[in-house]
């Protein structure tokens, strides 16, 4: 199995760029210099709150993550995204991630900048997509003529919330990285409100009857302002060979699965702690009904969710490499006096060790 969502991160990474040699003239500051994101939140000359700058999603929460809210042939699409690892997320294959890309972190190709201007507000992505939010009084229209990847958006201010009603999206995006599907009868209801200088919370509201069953579905994103930094081109139709590697389906390494007893089984229960890049990563592993599975501490998944950490079983490559739901492979290293002392666990990047802590 191809390590697949590790490949794609590697490829799409964007470079949060700066000029180093430069103070930014308009950003408050604590007694130390650094910038203060507690700060009031700014105001333009008209005395509305100015949502312009460089902001990233850290996290999202809501009924959007609850499966069971989904009809049946989308809870279908999501099963079958999970088997092919995801494979046919838009964005793996150079187009535009549309809604998807409100929930997901700056990695996952969330970060994105807002241009306030009294007669419309852009948002500009990384992947050089945009929205255009009309603010001088337009209507939407019920029926889209030309439907499209980031929809068709309008915006009024209730006090200082801006909310933004949006129709026309194509039914080619997904609402997260799990695949989770929607029809062309999507409608969307953003609300916006900064908090403070350096930190904004996104209601979001989806309305689709053809998805969802019990009415709407919501979810809470937390963003996070960049106060010195820029946002360079992603690109990713430069790559002539990624997309190559786009292969692979979890029955295929349950095929290949190789029967380990379980007594060895139980030689990795443990929790295991160390770093991927830099965010820190705990894995608790454990055996249940003589399988191996993992609990993984943050969550893999870069587009929110109701849990803060996955479980996924650990399908037996050879006695001591693993491949799992995730995408990730997992391989228990053992010293010389036999003693599994630290997990690994694979991305494209290498194998990122996590030391084990507790037998």
Known sequence: MRKLLAIVLAISTPVYAQWFDWTYPLVPRTDDGQPDMTAAAPKTHDDRVDLSGLWV?????????????????????????TET????????????????AWAAEGIAGGMRRIVQHPAVIAVLNEDMT??????????????????SWMGYSIGRWEGDTLIVQSNGFNAKTWLTQKGHHHTDQLHITER???????????????????????????ATIDLALLPEATMF???CAESKTGQRHYTGELQQSEKKAVFVPEERLRDYVGVYRGFWGSRPVTAEVTVENGELLLKRIPRYSLSGGNNDFDVTLLVAQSEN???????????????????????????????????????
């Open 233 to 235: 081109e992603v690109v």
């Open 85 to 100: 690892f995801y494979t046919n997320d838009p964005r793996l294959h150079c187009l535009p991630s549309g809604p998807g």
């Open 130 to 147: 945009h929205r255009q939010i009309y603010m001088d009084g337009r209507g939407l229209d019920a029926e889209t003529v030309l439907p």
């Open 321 to 359: 490499a693993f491949d799992s739901s995730l995408g990730l492979g997992w391989i228990f290293n053992r010293n010389d006096a036999g003693d599994v002392v630290s997990l690994s666990e694979v991305h494209v990047s290498g194998a990122w060790p996590l030391r084990r802590v507790e037998p």
């Open 192 to 218: 916006y409100t900064r908090l403070d200088y350096g930190h904004m919370q996104l209601e979001v509201t989806y309305e689709d009857p053809a998805t969802f069953v019990g009415g709407s579905v919501q």
């Open 57 to 81: 999603p850290v996290d999202a929460s809501g009924s959007l993550y609850d499966s069971s809210r989904l009809r049946g042939w989308a809870q279908d699409a999501m099963a079958e995204a």
